[in-house]
Nanobody, 122 residues
């Protein structure tokens, strides 16, 4: 059983940067691929980024490619999402998730955090 806790959300202006963190506990962190997803009000949860257990492979949603960077520190059981050039459409609750597979499909993830709110004002 893996417990995940996100932090680092907040209110920023368009063009600003923000880094989200996700702390994992209770499992063997370096066995899991880690994903970031987001959900805006009235919308379905959508894929943002995923990183393989080794950190050697990453994937991004087209909407964030070139602006967001996912990384992990297996020694600290942490995964990060560096978000640059934020846009109002990035406003959402951001979730980290863990799964054995490096997948962009939310339904395949076994473990989820509670989420952290990111609000980008124009």
């Amino acid at each position: 059983q893996v417990q995940l806790e996100e932090s680092g959300g907040g209110l920023v202006q368009a063009g600003d940067s923000l880094t989200l963190s996700c702390a994992a506990s209770g499992g063997t962190f370096n066995r899991y691929a880690m994903g970031w997803f987001r959900q805006a009000p009235g919308q379905e949860r959508e894929f943002v980024a995923v990183i393989a257990w080794s950190g050697g492979s990453t994937r991004y949603a087209d909407s964030v490619k070139g602006r967001f960077t996912i990384s992990r520190d297996n020694a600290k059981n942490m995964v990060y999402l560096q978000m640059n050039d934020l846009k109002p459409e990035d406003t959402a609750v951001y979730y980290c998730a863990a799964d054995y597979d490096t997948t962009a499909v939310a339904a395949q993830y076994d473990y989820w955090g509670q989420g952290t709110q990111v609000t980008v004002s124009s």
